[in-house]
């Protein structure tokens, strides 16, 4: 489908969504998404053109569907994946792939630091039929024999222009992190806990130059522009506990990408704002506020935030807490957190429980604002648990083969077909039940 779209524009001199939307134009893409969220194809347009909305889809990824990440759209999640040093495997990424697109993360990005980087992303493309987002930070230290020094701007710009060729529809960049900056750093009690910050970091205080995403950032750009990659803005000095939360490292490296925002849209480049990790509760409006404010309303992804520092082992509850918050406020993507967070490498089943949990958080997020037919859902599983149709409850839960499971461990296949009740309750103690004798008996 998506192939003969770019082939139709393939001698265009240039191919991005938001140059398109810009000149007037509705693309076959803009088309998809209006068609998916419900909206009219000149609203999703205007939105592109305005920068308030991305559709990240690199014209090589070809078996893409079309997404759109921004306010007038329905709340997304991204899910990470990715090897690492120390657990390299091909198939096992694969299998993660699959575990995403079942359960519902609308973008993935490939996080990997470990093996054959290039085999790796060519098959999470291969096998993904929505965006993939990567950091390239990671395969440059990869390819400079993980050691950041040797960094230099060629080689970062033939990394990022091979991932670019290979389909990857938007790149997280820490382009708004500057050596002046780092006095900031010294007054928090965890530094920075980005792993692109704190390298470009090392690089900054051993040569004493300036961030070098951040000097070759028109070189970057002009790459982006080629294969309409979007940008996501890395927030380098996003907090990584609450005491950290919104404190000036964090707030001015965002004055600077709101800049960078402004620089990217001039060359007609989609842009992202990535936003905090661990956020008290009673920050996280200003924040959204802040971001929307200093960067052009530009679609904000936020990392959770997480509420507490305390959940080891549930960060994926205490993030989609902040995470459902956000996404009221008006952040556009929720990056998941996995039970794993700060603890180890995810497996696919890690993947599934932040999928899940993060599912909840962007649902809940959209009857928040309330999104045209966003509660829609939810009053069909209401009518289906008041009938006792189970097989209709499992339909329509985010986890279908979840909510079997626990449902069957007590109630066997024979029985639970005709069950007019659940294990909790019984039959003589189901509020449904008992409601619906009274409703009988008295003609109700």
């Known amino acids: 489908m998506r192939r003969e779209w770019i082939k139709k524009r393939e001698h265009d001199r240039v191919r991005t969504q938001m140059y398109y939307a810009r000149a007037g134009e509705i693309t076959e893409e803009m088309r998809y998404v209006a068609e998916v969220e ?3 194809p000149e609203l999703v347009r205007k939105e592109v053109a305005r920068g ?22 329905k709340c997304k999640i991204n899910a990470n994946i990715g090897s690492s040093a120390l657990a390299s495997d091909i198939e096992g990424e694969i299998e993660k792939v699959r575990v995403c697109q079942k359960y519902g993360a609308d973008t993935i990005m490939d996080l990997s630091t470990g093996g054959d980087l290039d085999a790796i992303r060519s ?3 291969k096998h993904a039929e929505v965006p993939i987002g990567t950091v390239p930070i990671y395969q440059i230290l990869h390819d400079c024999n993980n050691n950041i020094e040797e960094l230099t701007i060629d080689k970062m710009l033939e990394v990022i222009e091979r991932q670019a060729k290979q389909g990857v529809s938007y ?4 382009a708004g992190f500057l050596l002046r900056f780092m006095p900031l750093v010294a007054k928090r009690k965890m530094g920075i806990v980005s792993r692109g910050g704190s ?17 070759a950032y028109d070189d970057i750009l002009d790459i982006c522009r080629q294969y309409d990659v979007s940008l996501s803005l890395g927030d380098s000095l996003r ?7 919104s404190d000036d490292a964090q707030l001015n490296e965002l004055k600077v990408l709101g800049e960078l925002t402004l620089r990217a849209w001039e060359k007609d480049v989609q842009v992202m704002i990535e936003g905090p990790g661990h956020v008290p509760m009673n920050q996280i409006e200003r924040n959204i506020k802040i971001e929307r404010d200093y960067c052009h309303e530009a679609p904000f992804y936020v990392l959770g935030p997480l509420v507490t520092d305390i959940a080891a082992g549930y960060d994926h509850i205490s993030s989609a807490i902040g995470a459902a918050m956000a996404g009221w406020y008006g952040a556009s993507m929720l990056c998941y957190v996995t039970p794993k967070e700060h603890l180890g490498l995810p497996n696919a089943k ?5 999928i899940i949990a993060y599912k909840i958080a962007a649902h809940a997020a959209d009857i928040a604002r309330g999104r045209k037919g966003a509660r829609d859902i939810d009053d069909a599983m209401s009518d289906a648990r008041y009938r006792f149709d189970w097989n209709r409850q499992f339909e329509l839960a985010l986890d279908p083969d979840r909510a079997r499971e626990y449902h069957d461990e007590t109630l066997p296949q024979d029985v639970f077909k005709e069950a007019e009740f659940c294990s909790m309750c019984g039959p003589k103690f189901c509020s449904y039940k008992i409601t619906q004798n009274i409703m009988e008996e008295h003609g109700a």
Do not use: Q, S
Not at 52 to 73: D, E, F, Q, T
Not at 171 to 174: L, M, P, Q, V
Not at 239 to 245: I, K
């Open 38 to 40: 419900g909206l009219d």
């Open 52 to 73: 308030r909305m991305i559709i990240p889809a690199n014209i090589n990824h070809v078996h893409l569907k079309p997404m759109a990440i921004g306010i007038a759209a």
């Open 123 to 125: 098959e999470v493309i």
């Open 171 to 174: 790149f997280t960049i820490h």
């Open 199 to 215: 390298l470009m970091a090392a690089w900054m205080m051993h040569y004493h130059r300036e961030n070098p995403f951040y000097e």
């Open 239 to 245: 907090p990584g506990c609450l005491y950290d939360a």
């Open 350 to 354: 890690d993947v599934r429980e932040g």
